[in-house]
């Protein structure tokens, strides 16, 4: 299977990265609280709406989503044509400039 990679986290500071992480995760205690932790922070912390792209498809993410049935990642909602969608995060290529809250996500 080939690997997407997503061109905005590779323009990151490892270092904002980790420290946010270390914020989103400072109560957490196992690996199930640290993705709920992330993942909730990144819904508190971003600014919608926002540009991305989504199989080069221009977007806006307008909020995110839990996926029904695993806690451990991230949707964004997403508008195309007048249409909304839950996107798997990992998916998603956010465009410049990054929303605020960007490195939550990131984490």
């Known amino acids: 299977m080939k690997t997407i990679e997503i ?14 992480k270390q914020e989103a995760t400072v ?5 199930q609280e640290q ?3 992330s993942t909730e922070m ?15 498809k221009s977007v806006e993410v307008v909020d995110t989503a839990h996926p029904k049935y695993d806690a451990m990642v991230l ?15 990992h998916n998603v290529e956010l465009l410049e400039p990054l929303p605020d809250g960007h490195l939550f996500l990131a984490a």
């Not at 986290?9 to 490892?14: G, R, W």
């Not at 990144?42 to 080069?56: D, W």
């Open 7 to 20: 061109r905005w986290l590779s323009s990151l500071d490892p270092g904002e990265i980790e420290e946010v």
């Open 27 to 31: 109560d957490c205690y196992d690996e």
């Open 42 to 56: 990144a819904g508190q912390e971003l600014a919608f709406p926002f540009a991305a792209e989504v199989l080069g």
């Open 75 to 89: 949707d964004l909602v997403v508008v195309h044509n007048g249409k909304r969608y839950a996107v798997a995060a």
């Open 35 to 37: 993705c709920s932790g």
